[in-house]
């Protein structure tokens, strides 16, 4: 791997860096040559074969087509990266997402969505252009953490039908519990192929990470199921068969529709839409920061993100924000500026071009042990111990925040663990006060 970018130490003058100036015009104004393209080249096309198979599992996953996920990586993810405030950050869609879009899409329909996306990005740009970057500073770790692992948790859940190949007499519910107990009445109708090949792909996966790194896992797995079912004719639900494939391009921009009333009906959830969005996307920042010793500019990547959503929806495609896996890869594939990322998305949009039909032979068995193993990765389980074994309070907060994101809902979560570190806090301030 090349060597990583010089680092922007604190004290080192940027007169841009409180700014909301993208990266990008930094990157030019520093000097862009042929090197830096070349790494550039060749972390877009690595973080592109991770996003093709991710962006149509979380797309599926949160109930909408392969096709938004696919729209929302390319249109959403070039933006995130040529507008954004962060050299290396990834934009497109997230599986910290599947929740809510699944609870918007069930409520307002997929138009529903797209008008929410829209409404949240503008939003996000007020976020950015009110200098409300330093929002991530406020979320406690504790709820950070118990968010995360209840988010993972969730993202499994929604796989094993998939995963075990069962067939539901009706709609599967969206709440964990009732999903639960639907589930396992289905029990009779496991499907042993969709097992072996999610299985196979996980294991794939893991051994690939574990033997040969360099290899693009993800895809590697996928298209090794893909090619099985098709050659020995599985009797497995496919991309095809659900949902008839993908697109070969990006359709033609539209606003979605929309009406005072139904702007009115959406506008929570545009809220929760910004608001993830903004704590993710930060969040993935200072990621990577922390990796390359740089400083991202978050109020751009604010005003980088509403825009990307606004675009986003316009094309067809489900919210993006910046997504912490795509954006590690892209570091550690070498990548030296925004540019990659925007070549990661004319990559995808390459690949669909060009390979669309193949995609149909995709088992979503395949597409749910991806998804098993970005859950099994998002859940930071060294955080959660060293929570759980800590003090008191943290440990209440990590609590309370994972049970209501898993069984209620993830904004009360949020909102409840924020509130119970808040008081938790000035309880502990009084006590000191008070015993000096």
């Not at 289905?186 to 499907?191: D, K, V």
């Not at 991806?370 to 929570?387: F, K, P, Q």
């Amino acid at each position: 791997m090349a060597a990583p970018c010089p680092p922007e130490t604190p004290g080192s003058p940027d007169p841009l860096s409180r700014s909301r100036v993208p990266k990008l015009i930094s990157t030019f104004r520093d000097g862009y040559g042929m090197g830096q393209f070349q790494r550039d080249a060749v972390a877009g096309l690595t973080v592109a074969i991770v996003a093709l198979p991710l962006s149509m599992a979380i797309a599926i996953a949160s109930g909408a087509t392969p096709a938004a996920g696919l729209y929302a990586a390319i249109v959403g993810g070039f933006l995130v990266s040529m507008l954004g405030g962060s050299r290396f950050q990834i934009g497109g869609p997230a599986g910290a997402f599947i929740v809510l879009i699944a609870s918007i899409i069930d409520r307002h329909g997929y138009d529903g969505l797209l008008l929410a996306t829209l409404m949240g990005g503008g939003i996000l740009i007020v976020m950015g252009l009110t200098r409300m970057g330093g929002i991530i500073r406020y979320v406690p770790h504790a709820v950070l953490v118990g968010f995360t692992a209840a988010i993972a948790v969730i993202i499994f859940a929604s796989q094993i039908r998939d995963l075990l190949g069962l067939t539901l007499p009706g709609k599967e519910p969206g709440a964990i519990l009732p999903k639960l107990a639907a589930l396992w009445q289905a029990g009779p109708t496991l499907n042993l192929v969709a097992v072996l090949i999610s299985v196979g792909v996980i294991g794939t996966i893991l051994l690939l990470r574990r033997f040969s790194p360099r290899v693009p896992g993800l895809l590697a797995a996928v298209a090794l199921a893909a090619f099985a079912s098709y050659a020995l004719d599985m009797p497995v639900e496919t991309i095809g068969t659900r949902f008839g494939g993908i697109p070969d391009g990006l359709p033609v921009p539209a606003w979605p529709p929309f009406s005072t009333d139904k702007m009115l009906a959406v506008l929570p959830d545009a809220i929760a839409i910004a608001f993830l969005a903004g704590i993710e996307s930060l969040l993935s920042a200072v990621v990577a920061d922390g990796m390359t010793g740089r400083r991202h500019r978050a109020d751009a990547e604010l005003v980088a993100q509403g825009v990307a959503n606004i675009a986003t929806a316009i094309f067809g495609g489900m919210c993006v924000t910046g997504t912490i896996a795509r954006t590690a890869t892209n570091i550690r594939a070498g990548a030296a500026s925004p540019v990659a990322g925007m070549l990661h998305s004319v990559f995808l949009l390459a690949f669909i071009m060009l390979a669309a039909p193949l995609a149909s032979h995709v088992p979503l068995a395949a597409l749910a042990g991806v998804l098993a193993v970005v859950a099994w990765n998002m859940a930071d389980r060294h955080e959660v111990m060293t929570l759980l074994r800590g003090e008191r309070g943290r440990m209440l907060v990590l609590l309370l925040t994972f049970g209501l994101t898993a069984l209620v809902d993830l904004m009360i979560g949020i909102a409840a663990g924020c509130a119970l570190a808040f008081v938790l806090y000035h309880l502990e301030k009084k006590r000191q006060a008070a015993n000096p």
